[in-house]
């Protein structure tokens, strides 16, 4: 099953560098969203209510954190 998989990043975060990582190790694609870079994508998170990163969106769920355990529940 294959599932949208977005990832909120900034270019300072060690878990977002992990979590894409857990990501590239899987072959799972993902699109990226910089924060550090990106000033919508930034804007985006703070109206969903997130203040730091990784935030990570699999289909409607969202993961705050590198959860590798929750990922890989979601991703199946």
Do not use: W
């Not at 990832?7 to 979590?19: L, R």
């Amino acid at each position: 099953m294959n599932k949208n998989v977005t990832i909120y990043s900034s270019d300072t975060c060690v878990y977002c560098h992990y979590a894409k990582e857990f990501f590239k190790k899987r072959g799972i694609s993902y699109v990226e969203k910089n924060v550090s870079r990106d000033m919508a994508a930034r804007k985006e998170l703070m109206t969903q209510g997130f203040m730091g990163v990784p935030v990570i969106k699999i289909g409607d769920e969202i993961v705050q954190g590198f959860d590798q355990e929750r990922l890989e529940q979601l991703l199946g």
